[in-house]
């Protein structure tokens, strides 16, 4: 056998752990997804920004030189 050969059980483990593992990914996701759209900040609370004043500048004010 070789280095990329593995025996029958092991493939069916390792098929066992990838189906899982691709499952497990599946449901972060969804609820991933889930969380974001209903807003409910479970996973990754969101802070709120507050406004902020935005100052403006007029054609009249002078700055120096």
């Known amino acids: 056998m070789?280095?990329?050969f593995v025996s029958?059980?092991?493939?069916?483990?390792l098929q066992h752990f990838r189906r899982r593992t691709w499952v497990l990914i599946a449901l972060c996701i969804f609820a991933r997804g889930a969380d974001a759209a209903f807003g409910l900040g479970l996973i990754e609370p969101t802070q709120q920004v507050a406004a902020q004043e935005v100052s403006t500048c007029s054609a009249e004010t002078e700055f120096p030189i």
């Open 2 to 4: 070789g280095i990329l």
């Open 8 to 13: 029958d059980e092991r493939h069916r483990q």
